[in-house]
């Protein structure tokens, strides 16, 4: 089973609010037709859209729950899936908020300890998974820049408010860097519209390469689990 995860949360003025279940869906498509190809069988659950997203609180648009709920719900969704006898669970996570991150980890150790069935997250802040995600993704200032534009103009691309990301100027400032220096809001890390990167210089045909690359790191981290 792949659960893909995302959030609602401001995406600068030119992305919708579920960008990131827009990536985290075709991340999980993508993986599931590669695992698809290997003769397994994949069944991909709804989205999971509602999680912590402080960093964008002061957006309108912007909802967030608590982290121990996201760590109790993916815990009871292991529960369940365990109980009908699947043998696995992936996480196709598109948000990074750090809070977030630390509730799938955490939910990860809970389902490993109850002995429930094994959950698959391949976190892409960690080695070796975001190396390939691109220049804009390394470098940090990522959020509803050049990386995410490319996917929604991809997967959805009347979501897009195309006049308003062709006339974005770039903001090559570190969103990575801000949350390591202790910034709590994308205000204080210097992303005054919710944007970081440079969403101008994204494209559809980048989108579908990076969907591409999403795919297989899913698929290799759910062979490496089997």
């Given at each position: 089973?792949?659960?893909?995860?995302?959030?609602?949360e401001a995406r600068g003025p030119h992305l919708p609010l579920d960008t990131d279940v827009?990536?985290?869906?075709a991340m999980a498509r993508a993986g599931a037709k590669r695992l698809g190809a290997r003769d397994k069988v994949v069944l991909?659950?709804?989205?999971l859209a509602y999680t912590t997203a402080g960093f964008g609180a002061a957006f309108h648009g912007t909802l967030s729950i608590s982290g121990v709920t996201v760590t109790a719900l993916v815990v009871d969704l292991a529960r369940g899936l365990s109980q009908h006898g699947f043998r696995l669970l992936a996480l196709a996570n598109a948000h990074l908020d750090p809070e977030h991150l630390t509730a799938l980890h955490e939910a990860v150790?809970?389902?490993s300890g109850a002995?429930?069935?094994?959950?698959?997250?391949?976190d892409l802040t960690?080695?070796?998974?975001?190396?390939?995600l691109g220049d804009e993704f390394r470098s940090g200032a990522c959020h509803a820049g050049q990386f995410e534009s490319s996917i929604v103009l991809s997967e959805r691309p009347a979501a897009v408010r195309e006049a308003l990301r062709r006339g974005l100027a770039p903001n090559p400032r570190?969103?990575?860097?801000?949350?390591?220096?202790?910034?709590?809001?994308?205000?204080?890390?210097?992303?005054?519209?919710?944007?970081?990167?440079?969403?101008?210089?994204?494209?559809a045909?980048?989108?579908?390469r990076l969907v591409e690359t999403l795919g297989a790191i899913l698929e290799e981290a759910v062979i490496a689990a089997l």
């Open positions: 089973m792949v659960l893909p995860v995302g959030a609602i827009v990536i985290a869906t991909i659950l709804p989205p150790r809970l389902a002995r429930l069935l094994p959950i698959v997250f391949p960690r080695k070796p998974w975001g190396s390939r570190s969103l990575s860097a801000a949350i390591r220096a202790g910034k709590q809001t994308f205000e204080q890390a210097g992303g005054p519209r919710a944007y970081f990167g440079d969403p101008a210089a994204a494209s045909d980048e989108g579908s």
